[in-house]
């Protein structure tokens, strides 16, 4: 079953731009992470955030974790027409156990 | 290339037919993580591996699907009888334990479709 869920689920934004994309998530945590994914390709880790850290930040990207809300959002500034893809959230309960994944956000860069 | 590896990477098959998945995990790592993946959803975790011992497995791996990893290294994943339900794609991960993380790096996937 899906841990998480994505909101939205699709996202349209011109080159320039910033996208936002949001996760909830049900369960405690110990990280999550985001991936992304190009159609019909495999996941490419983005970004791990720990559960005691609030805010991390990787080149143009920026995640946030509130664990109060059990919630996590992805921001990418000043997209570019290769951020076109699936991103999804991913987390973790326990030491280097399985990922359960959110539904995905699928984000179209338009130039 | 030292990511993970996935063979093949498309598989057409006819339903009843027996198929068999191979991944290489990134060559320090000691865990392995299978997962499945279907049109517009986000990956399903199957089993996982630390070293050769299977861990832990999904209540979706039915008694049609068999994971191995003899040796510690690559993994293979059978599944049996193959049914259309099976078409998706199934990812490998790779990582190492560390205390503080433990970031999967996936590989490119195998693509299924059973006719």
């Given at each position: 079953?899906?841990?998480?869920?994505?909101?939205?689920?699709?996202?349209?934004?011109?080159?320039?731009?910033?996208?936002?994309?949001?996760?909830?998530?049900?369960?405690?945590?110990?990280?999550?992470?985001?991936?992304?994914?190009?159609?019909?390709?495999?996941?490419?880790?983005?970004?791990?955030?720990?559960?005691?850290?609030?805010?991390?930040?990787?080149?143009?990207?920026?995640?946030?974790?509130?664990t109060?809300?059990?919630?996590?959002?992805?921001?990418i500034?000043?997209?570019?027409?290769?951020?076109?893809?699936?991103?999804f959230?991913?987390?973790?309960?326990?030491?280097?156990?399985?990922?359960?994944f959110?539904?995905?956000?699928?984000?179209?860069?338009?130039? | 290339?030292?990511?993970?590896?996935?063979?093949?990477?498309?598989?057409?098959?006819?339903?009843g037919?027996?198929?068999?998945f191979?991944?290489?995990?990134?060559?320090?790592h000691?865990?392995?993580?299978?997962?499945?993946?279907?049109?517009?959803?986000?990956?399903?975790?199957?089993?996982?591996?630390?070293?050769?011992?299977?861990?832990?497995?999904?209540?979706?791996?039915?008694?049609?699907?068999?994971?191995?990893?003899?040796?510690?290294?690559?993994?293979?994943?059978?599944?049996?009888?193959?049914?259309q339900?099976?078409?998706?794609?199934?990812?490998?991960?790779?990582s190492?334990?560390?205390?503080?993380?433990?970031?999967?790096?996936?590989?490119?996937?195998?693509?299924?479709?059973?006719?």
């Amino acid at each position: 079953s899906q841990q998480g869920e994505e909101d939205p689920q699709a996202l349209s934004i011109q080159e320039g731009e910033n996208a936002t994309m949001n996760c909830s998530y049900k369960t405690s945590i110990n990280n999550l992470q985001w991936y992304r994914q190009n159609s019909g390709r495999g996941l490419v880790h983005l970004i791990l955030i720990r559960s005691n850290e609030r805010e991390k930040h990787s080149g143009r990207l920026r995640v946030t974790l509130d664990t109060s809300k059990k919630s996590s959002s992805l921001l990418i500034t000043a997209s570019r027409a290769a951020d076109t893809a699936s991103y999804f959230c991913a987390t973790d309960g326990a030491a280097g156990n399985k990922l359960t994944f959110g539904g995905g956000t699928r984000v179209l860069v338009k130039p | 290339d030292t990511g993970v590896s996935q063979n093949p990477r498309h598989k057409i098959t006819k339903r009843g037919q027996n198929v068999t998945f191979r991944c290489d995990p990134i060559s320090e790592h000691n865990r392995l993580y299978w997962y499945r993946q279907t049109l517009g959803q986000g990956p399903e975790f199957l089993t996982y591996f630390q070293n050769e011992a299977q861990l832990e497995k999904s209540r979706l791996l039915s008694d049609r699907f068999s994971a191995e990893r003899p040796k510690g290294s690559f993994s293979t994943l059978e599944i049996q009888r193959t049914e259309q339900g099976d078409s998706a794609m199934y990812l490998c991960a790779s990582s190492l334990e560390h205390k503080a993380r433990d970031t999967q790096y996936f590989g490119p996937g195998t693509r299924l479709t059973v006719l």
